[in-house]
């Protein structure tokens, strides 16, 4: 679950926009924070964004599914509530800080 330090890097950047935006590696991937709330999970060079039931259904209408892993003690892959985010919104700053905010409200509201 590795995250190439120029695509982070490159995300970070593409992510100015929305505000102070910092990472944190975990677990060989990397989350994206603003103000203390994770709102972004990086695995693999995947961008995945918090999503909630206000805004999941904006990333299945783009065909985008959740992050999963398999964990040791399940059958089934576990599901995250975190969606790949559109390839087309990682390439436009504007698209993706709009989705990191959508994401990062998603993320506070979970928090509360």
């Known amino acids: 679950?590795?995250?190439s330090p120029e695509?982070?890097?490159y995300l970070l950047d593409m992510l100015t926009p929305l505000?102070?935006?910092q990472s944190k590696r975990m677990f060989g991937g990397a989350g994206l924070?603003?103000?203390g709330t994770m709102?972004?999970?990086i695995v693999d060079d995947v961008l995945y964004l918090k999503a909630d039931e206000q805004t999941q259904s904006d990333f299945e209408d783009q065909g985008m599914g959740p992050f999963t892993y398999q964990k040791k003690s399940r059958k089934e892959p576990v599901a995250l509530s975190y969606f790949e985010a559109p390839p087309d919104v990682i390439e436009d700053s504007d698209a993706l800080s709009a989705?990191?905010?959508k994401a990062w409200e998603a993320a506070r509201r979970a928090a509360k």
């Open 1 to 3: 679950m590795p995250v």
């Open 7 to 9: 695509y982070l890097d």
């Open 19 to 21: 505000g102070p935006v």
């Open 33 to 35: 924070f603003m103000d």
């Open 39 to 41: 709102f972004g999970l």
């Open 99 to 101: 989705w990191g905010r």
